[in-house]
Nanobody, 123 residues
Framework: QVDLVESGGGLVQAGDSLRLSCLAS????????MAWFRQTPGKEREFVAV????????NYADSVKGRFTISRDNSKNTLYLQMNSLKPEDTAVYYC????????????????WGQGTEVTVSS
């Protein structure tokens, strides 16, 4: 079990950038594949990006490909999401999640979640 705490959300304008962080504690961070998901009211949690435990592979939702970059620093137990060229449709609560078995893009497979950080992009 690993505890996750997201930070870095805020209110920005379209075209701006933000970097989200997810600090892990209570477990061996480097053993986990890590992902970012996002959710807006009334909708299912949506996959954003995933990175394998040693950063060997990454995968992105088509909606963020080329604008967002997922990375991790295992020495700091921290996951990042660099978000550039933000759009109003990126407005959501962003969650990080951890999974040992494989770098999944399915929210239902993750059991370790942070509390979320809110990102609002104004037009």
């Amino acid at each position: 079990q690993v505890d996750l705490v997201e930070s870095g959300g805020g209110l920005v304008q379209a075209g701006d950038s933000l970097r989200l962080s997810c600090l892990a504690s209570g477990g061996t961070f480097s053993k986990y594949h890590m992902a970012w998901f996002r959710q807006t009211p009334g909708k299912e949690r949506e996959f954003v990006a995933v990175i394998s435990w040693r950063s060997a592979s990454t995968n992105y939702a088509d909606s963020v490909k080329g604008r967002f970059t997922i990375s991790r620093d295992n020495s700091k137990n921290t996951l990042y999401l660099q978000m550039n060229s933000l759009k109003p449709e990126d407005t959501a609560v962003y969650y990080c999640a951890a999974l040992i078995s494989h770098p999944s893009t399915w929210a239902t497979e993750y059991h370790n979640w942070g509390q979320g950080t809110e990102v609002t992009v104004s037009s």
